[in-house]
């Protein structure tokens, strides 16, 4: 319960509240103009205030530097105590913690007699959490539990994303979040809401990791996941091949030096095979010569007979013409011979160097064999190693392969493994929520009779357990009424402060903020304060709503409440500088 919200600068407009109904308004002044509105005069900022103070991150309001300097004082009644916190916009990591903390959590606050005292602002929540909602002050809370600033704004809604639906207080707030703290405010099994995020979490990160690995096999094996196993048989069979190679390789170590003399041997014979067929072809010329000679002795003959020819005709041939053919015929003779005797020479050279050429020709070749045979039957360092790289290379592909196969069979041993624990959870959940029928009737009997205050006709709180874990809805039959999400919104709420207010720790209040009340039909307007008076007055605990003046109704319709009322309207803002909540306006 909150007794009074405080600054430490004068401009401030405190706010002192009472037990049960309290009313802030905010008017108009006759100062006004149509341009200023009842919007900045401070409501919701009261309600950044008193969150920062329990804890929360400061909103957008006190987030500005004129404010750097402020700090806020928060009086308390909890647990029997009177406890005052302090924290400033300058130093917001601390609070400073004034009166009797030690009904909280034990050795959560350690205060010195008659004192105040700082402490950090994580440990001031943790405080909160046990003196409000009965929480455990764990050294190290585990992830989903509910907490202290998850469970308080649903009886101090700030902003309007808050009135969206009455089971998040955040446009943003997840599944499992909705269902921890909605379950754990209404007395069911939370635990269960807890292992549902747990397996969700889990269902998240095996869809992350399935992903993964679906996008390494397609890097590896590219087409579908089927391919994967048979470029598996594929890499085992190259992999044996290599090292079979590997186990019959023979490594001479000089394989270098014998493959360049075997190189060089095969140029040597190349040359002397060419030099062969040079002087072949140049033996077999010098052979047609030799028996293109053959002709001139054949021509000596005829020219004989030509002579006798000539005799036998009576024809005297002159003694000078006989003697110069004589001479010409011995000339050519003896040419003859001397050509026949050159081309003999140069044959029988040419047959000798050809022979000894085919001789070496012989021993080359049968060296160039015996070293041929050693590099057929043994093999280079070099070549071995880039053997051993080629099995290295196979070896460390077919492992990864084999893993990706193993990561996917688990992968889906684990899909089939979650699949069952949902649907154990599932069971043992509904189980538990038939075990819970008494809590789940008493917080629908108050949903009810709420609504039914309302509408004149009763609502639904749905509670059950659906195929995503507990599923929680509300229903308000009234066809053609405006603002109804709203007073879903109203109902429910209602119904926690109404079913807290019991406990030995509980809030003791519930706040709303006007946009609460935004287009509401003026009938339900005026039933739902004089609900919530009703019933924050029975149960003793605290109501506090901010309120427009002209979104007041009149006549009949308040059923004799009077929000003007001084007794219920704890402080009066207005839109001028001197009336708004800070005291000044920048």
Known sequence: MIRCVRANKATFSSVRFEPGFNVVLADKTDKSSRKDSRNGAGKSLLIEIIHFCLGGNPGASLKKK?????????????????????????????????????????DLLSPPT???????????????GGAMFG???????QPFMPGFRNLFPFFARSGRDAFASPFRHHRLTRIGEEQICNSFLLELGWGYAREWQLLREKETLLKVYRKASEAGVAQLVPGSLGELEAERVRLEQASQRTENNLRSFKIHPEYERIEEQASALTRQIHELANQNVADGRLLEHYQRSMAGDSGVVDREHTSTMLEEAYQEAGVVLPGLVKKRLNDVKQFHHALVQGRRGFLSSEAERLERHIAARKQELAGLDGQRG??????????????????????????????????????????????????????TLRQTTRRDLDDRSSAKEQAISLFNANSEALYDAPGNLIIEVGRNGYHFEVEI???????IENMKVFCYDLTLAQLWASKQHHPGLLLHDSP?????????KAAAWMR????????????????????IPEGEVMQGLDMRDSSLVRTVLTDQPEGCLLGIRF
């Open 66 to 106: 004129e404010l750097h300097d402020w700090r806020f004082t928060l009086d308390l009644h909890l647990g029997g105590k009177e406890l005052s916190v302090t924290r400033g916009l300058d130093h917001p990591s601390k609070v400073e913690v004034l009166g009797d903390a030690s009904f909280g959590p034990a």
């Open 370 to 423: 015996s070293l041929m045979q050693v590099l057929e039957t043994h093999g280079a360092l070099a070549e071995y190693n880039r053997l051993q790289a080629l099995r290295q290379g196979a070896q460390e592909k077919l492992a990864e392969v084999r893993r990706r196969i193993q990561q996917l069979k688990e992968l889906e041993e684990g899909r089939s493994q979650l699949r069952i624990e949902f649907e």
């Open 516 to 524: 609460m009340f935004d287009g509401v039909d003026e009938r339900q």
């Open 135 to 141: 929480l455990s002050a764990d050294e190290k809370p």
């Open 114 to 128: 008659g004192g105040s005292f700082q402490v950090k602002t994580t440990e001031w929540t943790q405080f909160l």
């Open 477 to 483: 039959q009234r066809t053609g009424a405006t603002g």
């Open 532 to 551: 919530a008076k009703t019933e924050s007055e029975r149960l003793g605990f605290q109501y506090i709503c901010m309120v427009n003046t002209d979104d």
